[in-house]
């Protein structure tokens, strides 16, 4: 079941691919999962992050661009408008709760 709470399942459900803003680069992506499927979804998620792409998190009112994500590439620093991943490093985690990683 995806999370629309984090910002990558978020954006696989509503965007169905991860484009780049910046570069328009779309990320490399291949399942055996039907297509538009939750397991569909959590996958395209995962590999996103696992990629380092980078998606904006929910802003202080809970508002969140779901549309809108960068490549491994552009996003490393992050998004000009949007603040900073303290650390670029989270591609290895897989299940922690995003709302742990901005505080
Ligand atoms: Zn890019």
Do not use: I
């Amino acid at each position: 079941m995806s999370n629309m709470n984090d910002p990558f399942d978020a954006h696989a459900v509503f965007a169905l691919e991860f484009e780049c803003a910046v570069c328009s680069q779309r990320s490399v992506f291949e399942t055996s999962h039907a297509f538009a499927s939750d397991k569909y979804f959590e996958a395209l998620a995962e590999e996103a992050r696992n990629s380092g792409w980078f998606c904006p998190s929910a802003d202080s009112a809970g508002k969140m661009d779901v549309m809108t994500c960068y490549c491994p590439m552009c996003g490393v620093d992050g998004p000009p408008s949007v603040g900073r991943l303290d650390s670029p490093s989270d591609g290895a985690e897989t299940s922690r709760p995003m709302t742990q990683r901005f505080q």
